[in-house]
């Protein structure tokens, strides 16, 4: 049987990757990875569908169990793939769809060389930056600090094997579609 492939989506926060991922997972057969995480849920996320929220003695106790395929830590907190979710579906021929961030993805690739790597990057920081006061869900010292986070990112993403500009929501995920089912 074909095994499923590990389709990695990164993107700064606000960005909109969880928005295009949401809107692929209704119309592409694959399932989707839900990390783990020690930052606090935000306002209308559920543990066990966005993440799994989880302390920081959980994490590490994660960790050195062996449980996670990779975890980073991120503007201070862990974030984690699940080791078992993620080779089960696939070894069942599943795809399975992950947001993790740039280190995260360059450790999938060396995992899963076949892995199909996509980065959704914002038009430009300037727009990143009013798109997260939009949102409202961070502080501004917060937002400041995503942004550095995304300049650095945004440097990096040459091992990927497509960036997608989110210039406009139902055109960007179009692209990723069809780069997707072009792949898989
Ligand atoms: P946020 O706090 O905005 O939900 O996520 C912060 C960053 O962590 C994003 O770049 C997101 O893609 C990344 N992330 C989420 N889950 C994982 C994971 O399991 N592993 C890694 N390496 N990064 C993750």
Redesign the pocket.
């Known amino acids: 049987m074909k095994k499923g492939k590990f389709i990695v989506i ?1 993107g ?2 606000g960005v909109g990757k969880g928005t295009i991922c949401n809107m692929l997972f209704n119309e592409l057969d694959a399932c989707y990875s839900v ?1 783990s ?1 020690t ?1 606090a849920p935000r306002e209308g996320e559920v543990d066990g569908v966005n993440y799994f929220f989880i302390t920081k003695e959980e994490f590490e106790e994660k960790i050195k169990n062996g449980e996670f395929l ?3 830590i ?2 201070d907190n862990y ?3 699940g080791k078992k979710f993620v080779m089960d579906k696939m070894n069942e021929g599943i795809n399975v769809f ?4 740039v ?2 993805a360059r450790n999938i690739k060396k995992i899963f060389p076949d892995a199909l790597l996509i980065y959704i990057a914002p038009p430009s920081v300037e727009e990143l930056k009013l798109r997260l006061i939009g949102r409202g869900t961070e502080d501004i010292d917060t937002i400041n600090k995503r942004l550095k986070i995304a300049e650095e990112e945004l440097k990096q993403v040459d091992f990927y094997d497509y960036v997608v500009v989110n210039d406009e929501i139902e055109r960007a995920k179009n692209e990723v579609k069809e780069i997707i089912l072009k792949e898989i």
């Open positions: 990164s700064p926060s990390s995480t930052r990779e975890y980073n991120y503007n974030y984690g793939t992950s947001e993790i961030d280190n995260g």
